[in-house]
């Protein structure tokens, strides 16, 4: 449950209610963390088009940053933020069986080396005290440009945050990333 309740729709501005309708038109629900940041409208307003640069624009795919958000935010212990990665994910055209085995990508031979090292540095990255290394980067920098690189900590940082923040205000997961995690990770035993 919430520790929160959002902000009541004559409380948004019209700049608010845009946002939200391109938030649902990306991710194809309006997220219950976007309603409540809506209490400071300066946040709401910045943090949207931040973190949709982030999730869609550079040279990775969406469906493997979405994989890294996944994959950073299970290091950090947030069910919340990976239902919606791993949802988005699919939203972007990732591959079904490769999602849903994204939790394995260390031993799976669904992932490339590439992903492999993508993932690590993100697992490594999303736990606390953060246990990324030297020896992620060396990895990294075989299959990656310097560029990419900047891409896969932007994602982890993100969620960083995200994760943080839905867990500390007690976002509720809505129905159809919740459903897409129950169908696809049912040997997870999710719960939401």
Known sequence: MARIDPP??????????????????????????????????????????????ILAGGELPTSLKNMIAAVASSAAGCR??????????????????????????????????????ALDLAFAGGQVPNAATQAHFDELKKHYSNKQIVEIVSVISLFGFLNRYNDTIGSELEEEPLNFAKETFASRDWDG
């Open 80 to 117: 919340y933020c990976m239902a919606h990665t791993t949802h988005q994910a699919h939203r972007a055209g990732g591959e079904a069986e490769k999602i849903a085995k994204v939790w394995e990508y260390q031993t799976s031979d669904l992932f490339t080396d590439a992903e492999r090292a």
């Open 8 to 53: 009541n729709d004559d409380q948004l501005t019209p700049e608010q209610k845009q946002g939200f309708a391109m938030a649902e038109a990306f991710m194809g629900f309006l997220p219950n963390s976007s309603v409540t940041m809506a209490h400071w409208p300066e946040l709401s307003a910045t943090f949207g088009p931040f973190a949709a640069n």
